[in-house]
C-alpha cells in the first residue's frame, strides 16, 4: 500500500484541479471529440483513423498541461502515481481484473433489455474496416496509449487530489463520475466506465501506484478489442 503521507497531503490546488477539468470538459469533450474529430475523419478518409487519431491528442493536451500545471517543480511523475508496485499486487489486479469482466458481461446485458445498443462509433468503425493492421492499431490505441494517459490523469491525479481533501469514499466516487463523464459521447459504455474506475482507483488506493490499474485497463480493453474482432 502507498505509504500514508502519499494519501494526506500533495502539492496540488484548487485551481490547478478546476484549471485541467475545463481543459478535460471544454478543451477535450467539447472541442477535440465533437470539433477536431470529424476533421481528423476528413483529413484521413477513414472514422476509424481520425477515431485513433484523437488518443494521441488527448494525451498530449491532458498529459502536456498536467506537468507542467503539477509536475513541473512538484516532484515529478511519482506524485502522479508513476512508481514501483510491490508484487503482491498481482493477486489483487487478477481478482478484480476477474470481476470488472463479470461485471462489464453483466452490466451490457442489462442495459441492453432498456435499449442500450453494445455497438458504438468505435466498434462500428473497426468492423467496417477490419484488417490485420488495424487490428494492431486497435490494440495499440484501446490497450496501451489510452490505459497509460487515463490512469496518469484519472487516477494518478484526479482520484489522488480528490482523496487527500476528501477521503477515500468521495474520492472513489467523485473521480469514477468524472472519469464517466470523460467518455461522452460514447454513452452505451458509461456504467461500464463508472464501475471500472471505482475499481481502477481502489487499485491504486491499495498499491500506491498507477502500474495496477494501467495493467488491468490494458488487458480489459485489449479483451474489447479482440470480443469485436471475433464477433
Not at 488518443?55 to 512538484?74: E, F, N, S, V
Amino acid at each position: 500500500m502507498g505509504n500514508q503521507r502519499f494519501w494526506e497531503q500533495d502539492k496540488w490546488t484548487w485551481s490547478i484541479f478546476w484549471g485541467l477539468m475545463l481543459l478535460e470538459f471544454i478543451g477535450v469533450v467539447v472541442i477535440v471529440k465533437i470539433y477536431i474529430q470529424p476533421v481528423y475523419k476528413e483529413w484521413l478518409g477513414s472514422s476509424l483513423y481520425g477515431g485513433m487519431l484523437v488518443g494521441p491528442t488527448i494525451a498530449i493536451l491532458l498529459l502536456t498541461a498536467l506537468y507542467l500545471w503539477g509536475i513541473k517543480g512538484k516532484g515529478g511523475w511519482g506524485e502522479a502515481g508513476v512508481r514501483a508496485f510491490q508484487r503482491s499486487e498481482w493477486k489483487r489486479m487478477v481478482l478484480w481484473g476477474i470481476v470488472l469482466m463479470v461485471a462489464g458481461t453483466i452490466l451490457i446485458f442489462l442495459t441492453a433489455q432498456i435499449g442500450n445498443d453494445v455497438d458504438n462509433a468505435k466498434t462500428d468503425s473497426l468492423k467496417e474496416s477490419m484488417s490485420g493492421i488495424n487490428i494492431i492499431l486497435a490494440l495499440l490505441s484501446a490497450a496501451v496509449l489510452s490505459p497509460l494517459y487515463e490512469e496518469i490523469f484519472y487516477r494518478g491525479f484526479v482520484y489522488r487530489f480528490l482523496r487527500v481533501r476528501l477521503g477515500v469514499g468521495v474520492g472513489l466516487v467523485a473521480s469514477a463520475l468524472i472519469f464517466t463523464a470523460a467518455h461522452y459521447p460514447t454513452t452505451n459504455a458509461m456504467p461500464v466506465n463508472f464501475v471500472d474506475g471505482l475499481v481502477f482507483a481502489w487499485l491504486y488506493e491499495k498499491s500506491g501506484s498507477i502500474w495496477p490499474s494501467v495493467i488491468v485497463h490494458g488487458l480489459l480493453n485489449a479483451i474489447s478489442i479482440l470480443a469485436v474482432v471475433s464477433s
